[in-house]
């Protein structure tokens, strides 16, 4: 019955997305969203007077969510999940991170705070930049395009993390972006990334599914590229045999934490860059 509910609700969207009205309907969605969290946000702010309060479309569009607690628990819980990944995977006590495709500092801020480690945020969103560096301190913030590069030299950073980034970008991008992550990583760096892989195949409508099994990407556009209508589903064969070429995979954890029902992968470099032909 659940899987059931869930190819109607695929259906839905994809006729939706077809039409051209996605963001329409997704903009009720948003309203609805915000009416349901404002008397729980007001407390929460009440609560904690201090507290940065993220714009609500902001939290929308990344999270899919709009509830200040949800924010906070999410990003807690996440910071934790990476943290416990690089001390696992790599031996420096005082690592240089960055977070590609951070958002409004979810997971930057409590990282920060429960590491001390250097950490970096990038994002394409110019005004999630800007209330980043307005709101969090002690990292630095800062806006890159859609397509590479990141603002910052070769081999800066002993790990990068992008949580539901790649899961937004059609395969020409996943291409260019890996090979900037080769570049801006260290030798030996960790790159720890999420898809939509195998814990999500069940959203996958029957032409799509054959694509999937047959080991390529499946897309889901008609909607702005990079934003969270935007949608890519990786196969396992994927994301190790040509997405990851170059890298070491590590370690492989699937929903990772509660509000990420997603696939982890940690990869560590292993050559100064993928060596794919076709990427350009």
């Given at each position: 019955?659940?899987?059931?509910?869930?190819?109607?609700k695929q259906?839905?969207?994809?006729?939706?997305?077809?039409?051209?009205?996605?963001g329409t309907?997704?903009?009720?969605?948003?309203?609805?969203?915000?009416?349901?969290?404002?008397?729980?946000?007001?407390?929460?702010?009440a609560?904690?007077?201090?507290?940065?309060r993220?714009?609500?479309?902001?939290?929308?569009?990344?999270?899919?969510?709009?509830?200040?607690?949800?924010?906070?628990?999410?990003?807690d819980?996440?910071?934790?999940?990476?943290?416990?990944?690089?001390?696992?995977?790599?031996?420096?006590?005082?690592?240089?991170?960055?977070?590609?495709?951070c958002?409004?500092?979810?997971?930057?801020?409590?990282?920060?705070?429960r590491?001390?480690?250097?950490?970096?945020?990038?994002?394409?969103?110019?005004?999630?930049?800007?209330w980043?560096?307005?709101?969090?301190?002690g990292?630095?913030?800062?806006?890159?395009?859609?397509?590479?590069?990141?603002?910052?030299?070769?081999?800066?950073?002993?790990?990068?993390?992008?949580?539901?980034?790649?899961?937004?970008?059609?395969?020409?991008?996943?291409?260019?972006?890996?090979?900037?992550?080769?570049?801006?990583l260290?030798p030996?760096?960790?790159?720890?990334?999420?898809?939509?892989?195998?814990?999500?195949?069940?959203?996958?409508?029957?032409?799509?599914?054959?694509?999937?099994?047959?080991?390529?990407?499946?897309?889901?556009g008609?909607?702005?590229?990079g934003?969270?209508?935007?949608?890519?589903?990786?196969?396992?064969?994927?994301?190790?045999?040509?997405l990851?070429?170059?890298?070491?995979?590590?370690?492989?954890v699937?929903?990772?934490?509660?509000?990420?029902?997603?696939?982890v992968?940690v990869?560590?470099?292993?050559?100064?860059?993928?060596?794919?032909?076709?990427?350009?």
């Amino acid at each position: 019955m659940v899987k059931q509910k869930e190819k109607l609700k695929q259906r839905i969207v994809a006729t939706l997305r077809a039409l051209g009205i996605l963001g329409t309907a997704e903009g009720v969605k948003f309203a609805l969203a915000w009416c349901r969290s404002r008397a729980d946000n007001a407390a929460y702010a009440a609560e904690n007077p201090a507290f940065a309060r993220p714009p609500a479309y902001g939290m929308f569009e990344a999270y899919s969510y709009t509830s200040y607690r949800a924010y906070v628990a999410s990003g807690d819980e996440t910071a934790a999940f990476i943290e416990g990944l690089v001390r696992r995977h790599l031996s420096l006590s005082l690592p240089v991170v960055a977070e590609w495709g951070c958002g409004l500092g979810r997971i930057v801020k409590p990282l920060r705070q429960r590491t001390g480690w250097s950490v970096a945020g990038f994002d394409y969103n110019a005004a999630s930049v800007a209330w980043c560096g307005r709101n969090i301190q002690g990292a630095a913030f800062l806006e890159n395009g859609l397509y590479p590069p990141l603002p910052c030299a070769d081999g800066a950073f002993d790990v990068l993390y992008c949580i539901s980034v790649f899961t937004h970008l059609p395969e020409d991008l996943h291409m260019a972006w890996i090979t900037e992550i080769a570049r801006v990583l260290k030798p030996g760096g960790i790159l720890i990334a999420s898809f939509h892989s195998r814990n999500v195949a069940d959203r996958l409508l029957d032409g799509e599914a054959a694509q999937f099994n047959a080991g390529n990407m499946v897309v889901r556009g008609n909607v702005r590229v990079g934003g969270r209508l935007f949608v890519a589903y990786h196969p396992s064969t994927f994301i190790k045999n040509r997405l990851l070429q170059g890298f070491e995979v590590l370690e492989v954890v699937e929903n990772p934490v509660s509000s990420m029902t997603q696939t982890v992968y940690v990869a560590r470099l292993s050559s100064p860059g993928p060596v794919d032909p076709q990427r350009k």
